[in-house]
């Protein structure tokens, strides 16, 4: 785990102009720097990045973060190798807190495994355009495919020459250890010597999402060959199959633009469609799909698109997995390309354009494809359409979040209508299957409490639906004080008290009331005493992801990145230049206003439940509240408020 220390020594030194720039082509306007938003597509910059704060906003999607963020958003890496890819551009050595001789040496076997497979790398491609055998062989293989250079290169596709052992004598002339070759597959051990493994065959690296060799893909070249067309990496501390999508790292920004990932089988599939401009795909490697595979593609998008050969082979093959990918929230399409072709293929003939197109026009949804290919299967007999309308209920289960009731109900009525049975038969059997799961999953809980975990879900979205997402003037007046705290808590005021124990006090009176405020002013106060120094451009970089988009949150800009509170919150500007001190000043006057006004409406609603005595001292509580409306707002100096 990464020290505090150095955390902070990367974020002290984060330029995010610098690392914005390295994605995004910025121009200077005013304080702040424009460009072309790289999450989605637009023709007018809109994307805006304020060095001041250290943020940047798009206006035209709504995305918005820090440096950090932003490495995680696009380049999809999680918090630490953010930090890690900062850490290597800035040259700040990582220390790490204390971890176990287990540990060490699973870090050390990895580290090793990615020095091999990076050095293999090296040495395929070398082989692919520096030799003869390269041009001869694996070039003329590659250029009868239709494979251009360029793509050749930018997948770093290589060649192992059909040589015994040339990759195995490179690796232990450089000194690599031996005790690894065989975790890696690149050479194996034959009557004591070393042997590669891949000989006279095409290779595909395998990267991860940060780029780094995992493993590789090994195709064959000799028609006669009779070993397997494919072999591939086994599975070893870096190289997880099931966690793995071929392509995933060069895909994920395109994915993310076009808000859709093209799933295929096949590395040459994911190459061909690259080199014809259609880059958001990643490639499932044969297998059947995985949970991770599919969480991995959730990363980047919720719609999944899956385009597979035609034949029955391929149509089995999409099948495979749909329980899982809608358990997981996605949007499943299918795509079949037609006349025996595979999308290597199909793009190849028609070219990028007509794909395209077809892809669009072809597009069949996943659900309803699988029960169309089942019902034809099925025919008159009344038993299998009784598993069958089972096996759909079962299946429309797994769609079991909230947000997806209405595509449910759209699905429920689809195939009812398609299966020819009662829509609300159908239903029930749903629900059913949604019951089943929980009390199978809360085995040691009683039937009644796992009931009250799983209400029917039509409740449960109505009770979803009836959440309040506008942020109403209280709450507005709450994130405006915390914002004031942290950028100018650490001020002086005039009577030599921090601006920060100002507020404190005031908030001791009339506290704060979200919780999320409530939990970002004791995080400000704890780093405080610990000797920190908390202010927005700090708290942004906190290890806890909620207080960062919280911190975020609070300085977002409205528009061009000025923060327009006064006028989101009603409150009259009374002089042009205005101190943090007046700022403050008049903020905790308004937000007091509130307050009062808040508990004025709480005691009347009181009095008009209750009489006599008690409704008598609430009407003098109700004088003593008034008394102090007025007097706020004589020193306000205008009623704002209706």
Not at 14 to 32: A, Q, S, W, Y
Not at 42 to 69: D, L, M, R
Not at 616 to 640: C, F, P, S, W
């Amino acid at each position: 785990m990464i020290t505090p220390q150095t955390i902070q020594q990367i974020t002290s030194r984060i330029d995010i102009i610098d690392v914005v720039g390295e994605f995004v082509k910025l121009k200077k306007r005013g304080t702040n720097y424009l460009g072309n938003c790289p999450f989605h597509n637009e023709k007018s910059p809109s994307f805006t990045v304020s060095p001041a704060k250290e943020i940047y906003k798009c206006f035209g999607c709504g995305k918005s973060g820090n440096t950090i963020t932003f490495l995680m958003e696009h380049e999809k890496y999680s918090y630490v190798e953010a930090l890690r890819w900062l850490a290597a551009r800035y040259n700040i050595e990582i220390e790490e807190t204390e971890t176990s001789p287990a540990q060490k040496i699973a870090q050390q076997t990895a580290d090793s495994l990615y020095a091999i497979n990076h050095f293999a790398m090296d040495f395929f491609t070398k082989q692919y355009w520096d030799t003869e055998a390269g041009a001869t062989i694996a070039q003329s293989y590659m250029q009868h495919r239709g494979f251009l250079r360029p793509i050749v290169e930018k997948f770093k596709i290589g060649y192992n020459p059909s040589d015994r052992d040339s990759l195995a004598k490179a690796l232990i002339q450089n000194q690599f250890n031996p005790e690894l070759f065989a975790r890696t597959g690149l050479v194996v051990e034959r009557n004591g010597e070393w042997q590669d493994n891949y000989r006279d065959r095409i290779i595909f690296p395998i990267h991860n999402t940060t780029g780094k060799i995992i493993g590789f893909g090994a195709r064959q070249i000799a028609k006669n060959d009779r070993s397997p067309k494919y072999i591939n990496t086994p599975e070893n501390e870096i190289y997880v199959k099931s966690r793995i999508l071929y392509g995933s790292y060069f895909a994920r920004t395109a994915i993310d633009k076009a808000n859709e990932c093209l799933l295929v089988e096949g590395y040459t599939d994911v190459v061909s469609l690259h080199q014809a401009g259609i880059e958001n795909v990643v490639a499932s490697g044969g297998t059947s799909l995985t949970i991770d595979q599919l969480r991995l593609v959730k990363k980047y998008t919720q719609n999944l698109t899956i385009i597979y050969d035609g034949d029955a082979a391929g149509v089995k093959a999409a099948l495979r997995g749909l329980d899982m990918a809608l358990e997981e929230g996605l949007n499943v399409q299918l795509v079949l390309i037609p006349d025996n072709e595979d999308p290597d293929s199909y793009v190849n003939k028609v070219g990028a354009d007509a794909f395209r197109d077809f892809v669009q026009s072809a597009k069949k949804d996943f659900i309803l494809f699988q029960l169309e290919v089942q019902l034809k299967e099925v025919g008159n007999d009344l038993n299998k359409k009784n598993s069958l309308v089972n096996q759909m209920a079962e299946t429309l289960s797994k769609i079991n979040k909230a947000e997806d009731f209405t595509k449910l109900q759209e699905y429920v009525r689809k195939c009812a209508d398609i299966l020819r049975i009662d829509e609300t038969g159908l239903t029930q059997l749903v629900n059913k299957f949604k019951r089943d799961k929980i009390v199978k999953e809360e085995k040691k809980m009683a039937y009644d409490e796992a009931a009250i975990l799983m209400p029917s879900f039509q409740n449960e979205t109505q009770e979803l639906n009836n959440i309040d997402l506008v942020l109403d003037k209280d709450l507005l007046h709450e994130k405006n004080l915390v914002r004031l705290l942290i950028e100018y808590g650490n001020e002086l005021l005039e009577d030599g008290r921090l601006a920060s124990t100002w507020i404190a006090e005031e908030l001791e009176s009339f506290p704060l009331d979200n919780p999320d405020m409530i939990q970002l002013v004791k995080v400000y106060f704890e780093w405080q005493s610990e000797g920190k120094m908390p202010n927005n451009k700090t708290l942004q970089y906190h290890v806890d992801p909620q207080i960062q988009q919280l911190v975020m949150g609070l300085f977002e800009p409205e528009h061009e990145l000025s923060l327009r509170w006064n006028e989101k919150l009603g409150i009259k500007k009374i002089v042009a230049d205005v101190t943090f001190h007046h700022d403050i000043e008049v903020s905790l006057l308004y937000y007091k206003l509130r307050k009062i006004k808040k508990m004025i409406r709480q005691n009347q609603d009181d009095m008009e439940k209750i009489s006599g005595e008690e409704q008598i001292q609430l009407l003098h509580i109700h004088k003593h509240l008034k008394d102090a409306e007025r007097e706020l707002t004589q020193i306000i100096g205008t009623v704002i408020f209706k």
